[in-house]
C-alpha cells in the first residue's frame, strides 16, 4: 500500500513540474522583447546605404527687381528709365544705310536697331529700321529714306509710329491698316552737300509738329496689348547662356549682306558687340563718334519675295518656328522664332521650347535671306 502511494506521489509531482514548464513557456512566449516596447508598423525594413542622404533640390526663385525712384523698366532694352515715358509711343525710323548716306546722326540713341536688305539689286543693300522710345531727347537722327512692305509688318508690333520718306505702291495695301500710323516726308533738311535724297533729319520740334498735325497719340492706343515684348534677364544677373550645352563661342560673326559687308566683335569689357560696316566702324557723328554697339544680337532666317524686276522685295516676318540665333556674352545659341501676325510680338525659344531671357541693354536684329543663312560666320 505504502508503495502504491508513493508511485502516486511520484506521479503528481511529475505532472506538477510538467505543467509549470509548459506555463513557463507560454509566458516567455508572451513577453516582448525589450526592443519591441513600441507598437510594430507594418513597414519593410528600409536596406542600409552607404549614400549620404540626399539634399533637397532647390529651387531658384525669380529676383523681383525695385525699380530707383521715379523710373521703370523699358520695354525696349529693360534699362531703367524715367516713368514719365512708360505710355509713350516709340517711332520707327527708316534710316538710309549708303555708303553716301555716312556718317550717320543719332543712331547711338536707338534702343532697338533692325538691318535687312532693302532691293535684290544694287548688291542687295540694306537699310535700318530704328526704334527710339525716348524721341523727344532726339537732336538730330538720320538720314531718313522710304519704307518697304516688311517694316510695314513689323513696327506695328511695338505701337510705335512710322517714320519715313514715301515708298513703293506695293505698300499700299498694308497703309489702309488702321494700325499703321506714319510720318512721311514730313522731317527737316539738312545743308549736307549731298543729293537731296541724303538730306531728310528729324529735328528737335519735328516730331511734335507730327503729332499734332495728325492728331495721332503720343501714347499706346488700343492696339496696344502690353504684354511684356522681350523677357529679360534681371539687372545684378545676366544671361551669359552657360546653362545651354549647345551654345558656341561668338566673339566676331559676320553677316552676309553683300553691299556693306557688316561684322559685329564683341568687347568683354563693355560687354556689348561693336558693329562694323564698310570696312570701318560705325560711328554716331552726332554723339561724339561714339562706335554703334549692341548687348544682344537676334538673327532671324526668313524667306524673301522678290515682287517685281526692279529690285523691290518683302520678307515673311510673320511665321512659325523659323530658325535664329541669340548671341549674348560672348557665346551664341540657337532658336527658333515665331510672329503670327503684324500685331504680334516676335518670339523667340531655345530648343527645349522655352522663351529666352536677353539681357539688359540695346539690341540688334537681322532678317537674313534663307538661301544666305548657312553663309553666317562665327568665330
Not at 19 to 24: D, E, I, P, T
Not at 124 to 137: E, H, I, L, N, Q
Not at 270 to 288: I, L, M, P, R, W
Request: a negative charge; proline letters at 6%.
Amino acid at each position: 500500500m505504502k508503495k502504491n502511494l508513493s508511485i502516486l506521489l511520484v506521479a503528481a509531482l511529475s505532472l506538477s513540474m510538467l505543467l509549470s514548464g509548459c506555463k513557463k513557456k507560454e509566458e516567455a512566449k508572451e513577453q516582448p522583447t525589450e526592443a519591441s516596447e513600441e507598437p510594430i508598423i507594418a513597414v519593410a525594413p528600409e536596406e542600409p546605404s552607404s549614400e549620404a542622404p540626399a539634399e533637397e533640390e532647390e529651387v531658384e526663385e525669380e529676383e523681383v527687381e525695385t525699380p530707383p525712384d521715379g523710373m521703370y523698366a523699358s520695354e525696349l532694352t529693360g534699362e531703367w528709365i524715367d516713368e514719365s515715358l512708360k505710355d509713350q509711343r516709340p517711332i520707327a525710323v527708316m534710316v538710309d544705310d549708303e555708303k553716301t548716306a555716312l556718317p550717320h546722326y543719332g543712331i547711338s540713341t536707338s534702343d532697338i536697331m533692325y538691318e535687312m536688305v532693302n532691293s535684290t539689286q544694287n548688291e542687295g543693300v540694306t537699310r535700318f529700321m530704328v526704334m527710339v522710345k525716348d524721341w523727344g531727347a532726339i537732336k538730330q537722327l538720320g538720314s531718313i529714306r522710304s519704307t518697304r512692305p516688311t517694316n510695314l509688318q513689323i513696327f506695328p508690333e511695338w505701337n510705335a509710329v512710322l517714320c519715313h520718306d514715301g515708298g513703293p505702291f506695293w505698300n499700299d495695301n498694308f497703309y489702309k491698316n488702321p494700325f499703321v500710323e506714319r510720318f512721311s516726308g514730313t522731317f527737316s533738311r539738312v545743308d549736307n552737300g549731298k543729293p537731296r535724297e541724303f538730306t531728310e533729319y528729324i529735328l528737335p520740334g519735328d516730331l511734335e509738329k507730327n503729332f499734332k498735325n495728325t492728331g495721332f497719340s503720343t501714347t499706346y492706343n488700343e492696339y496696344y496689348t502690353g504684354l511684356p515684348h522681350y523677357q529679360f534677364a534681371s539687372h545684378t544677373k545676366p544671361n551669359d547662356l552657360s546653362q545651354y550645352s549647345d551654345a558656341k563661342t561668338c566673339e566676331k560673326i559676320s553677316l552676309p549682306f553683300h553691299h556693306n559687308n557688316p561684322w559685329l566683335e564683341y568687347d568683354p569689357e563693355s560687354k556689348t558687340y561693336k558693329y562694323f560696316q564698310y570696312n570701318q566702324k560705325e560711328v554716331d557723328a552726332g554723339n561724339g563718334n561714339v562706335q554703334i554697339a549692341f548687348t544682344n544680337l537676334l538673327l532671324q532666317n526668313a524667306r524673301l519675295e522678290r515682287l517685281d524686276d526692279h529690285g523691290y522685295m518683302m520678307y515673311y516676318p510673320s511665321e512659325s518656328n523659323r530658325d535664329g540665333w541669340f548671341i549674348t556674352q560672348g557665346k551664341a545659341i540657337p532658336v527658333k522664332w515665331t510672329k503670327q501676325n503684324d500685331l504680334d510680338a516676335t518670339r523667340y525659344y531655345d530648343m527645349d521650347g522655352n522663351e529666352i531671357k536677353i539681357n539688359v541693354g540695346k539690341t540688334y536684329v537681322a532678317l537674313i535671306r534663307e538661301e544666305e543663312w548657312g553663309d553666317i560666320v562665327m568665330e
